[in-house]
């Protein structure tokens, strides 16, 4: 027994929607079959077994949400075949994901971070997803918790993981804010949660005018992502940003040191992404 | 090679929650190393003395990182140092906690031979969101007791938290969660 269809090694793609493709085994046999599957991704696998009563089986459903290679081995009373099929994706485009963004609550500032660190992209050159160094997965670059296979591929199901993270800082972002019965407005809760996404508060209350404000001990250095200078370190006190740039900016590309008189601060990044 | 760091702290603080103690002639210069997910401390009181001991992180913290921070919140003379150190947490993807801290309540019995962590809380934690929340750490010298206020939880079972440390004769400590 041999596959008719699809052909050896034949590439199919999930489109930017996205929406996993047909892919239609056929083998020159006859009578019921038995299909085994499996799909390997890197560390990622699932497989299964599904049976007919004839030669034809689409795979669409048991594949969606995965990708990689697809091995199938069909087998009927006669005999089997083996075949392989590639499964790859399409990048959605930035309005595809705001729109997907705007269907989700408490997501506000999430679309900026978004934009900010994967430039809306799930998927490499290649059709395979984005992997970082530290085994972060596709958009989100979701590392902890380790994601799910259906998080690597869906790029959908993969912002649903990374706003679980980011409703985490939003849930602390609003304990802050509120403390005391304090209020604050949307624009606040957006500012903090960001903020408090790269690391720390936005805001410091001004009890002279009751209301938060904008912590006014740190000033950012607008050439960067998320660095600044602590206004209680005397050696940044007096100081332009101009004139703290030039001194530090050479150390950027290092480590930082511990002596160091600039710091990364998620206040920097919330005004970087936001403003 | 670690390089030392060398660091005098005196017990007043400008800003942080951190609390607010009288300045007094107490003063605890610190000494430190990291080195294979372990900082090792080098005390040295008014007094003279010198009390060394190696500590531990947590997974959130590179095993490398040396402290960002290190700030003695009291002491009780012979007996107890109190302090919070402090360091970058591991960044995740998307720069999440890419300038997060994490930060440790140690308390230290100098009451032996050999110093002694007798206690350690998480204070600091971007990525396990715990943070102090006004008025923070709260040290009564005179009663030997750390009242410390912090945001726990996640998602919506968020919640201050304050713990109330009473710390003995022999440096030792009990946690009375509030």
New interface residues.
């Given amino acids: 027994m041999k596959f008719i269809t699809p052909k050896l090694k034949e590439t199919f793609t999930i489109t930017s929607a996205p929406e996993w493709p047909s892919i239609n085994f056929e083998t020159d046999g006859a009578g019921k079959h038995t299909w085994q599957w499996t799909i390997t991704w890197g560390r990622f696998k699932k497989s299964g077994t599904e049976v007919t009563a004839g030669n034809k089986w689409d795979a669409k459903s048991v594949i969606t949400n995965y990708g990689g290679v697809l091995e199938v081995r069909a087998t009927n009373d006669k005999g089997t075949a083996a075949i392989s099929v590639e499964i790859k994706g399409a990048n959605p485009d930035r309005a595809a994901v705001n729109n997907y963004l705007a269907t989700k609550a408490n997501s506000a500032g999430f679309d900026k971070?978004?934009e900010?660190?994967?430039k809306f992209k799930h998927f490499k050159a290649s059709g395979e997803p984005i992997r970082?160094f530290?085994n972060?997965y596709g958009m989100?670059?979701?590392?902890?918790p380790v994601p799910t296979f259906e998080q690597v591929w869906n790029w959908k199901l993969n912002i649903d993981g990374?706003l679980k993270?980011f409703?985490?800082?939003r849930?602390?972002a609003i304990?802050?804010l509120q403390?005391?019965q304090r209020t604050y407005t949307a624009e606040q809760l957006t500012y903090e949660s960001v903020s408090?996404?790269?690391?720390?508060p936005y805001h410091e209350w001004d009890g002279k005018n009751a209301k938060w404000v904008r912590r006014s001990?740190i000033l950012c250095d607008s050439h960067t992502?998320?660095i600044g200078w602590s206004l209680?370190d005397q050696e940044n006190q007096g100081k332009t940003e101009a004139e703290l740039h030039k001194r530090d900016k050479a150390e950027y590309s290092k480590p930082?040191h511990?002596?160091a008189h600039w710091?990364?601060?998620?206040a920097?990044?919330a005004d970087s992404i936001l403003d | 090679m670690p390089i030392a760091f060398l660091i005098s702290i005196l017990l007043t603080f400008t800003a942080s929650l951190l609390p607010q103690a009288p300045q007094t002639e107490n003063e605890v210069v610190v000494h430190y190393t990291a080195r294979s997910s372990k900082t090792r401390f080098d005390f040295k009181t008014k007094a003279g003395k010198n009390y060394i001991l190696a500590v531990s992180r947590d997974q959130n913290v590179a095993p490398n990182a040396e402290p960002s921070s290190v700030k003695v919140v009291g002491e009780i003379k012979g007996t107890a140092i109190i302090f919070v150190d402090t360091y970058p947490s591991i960044p995740g993807g998307m720069s999440f906690c890419g300038a997060g801290e994490e930060g440790f309540l140690r308390i230290v019995s100098i009451s032996g031979r050999q110093p002694i962590e007798t206690f350690r809380m998480k204070v600091e934690s971007c990525r396990s969101s715990i943070e102090l929340s006004s008025p923070g750490i709260e040290w009564d010298p005179e009663k030997a007791t750390l009242r410390v206020h912090r945001f726990v939880g996640l998602d919506d079972k968020r919640s201050i938290k304050v713990s109330t440390i009473k710390i003995d004769q022999q440096g030792k400590a009990e946690n009375q969660e509030g």
């Fill in positions: 971070i978004l900010q660190e994967a970082s530290d972060g989100c670059q979701l590392t902890t990374g993270l409703e985490r800082k849930n602390e304990s802050y403390q005391q408090r996404w790269n690391g720390g001990d992502g998320n209680n930082r511990k002596d710091k990364y601060c998620g920097c990044y």
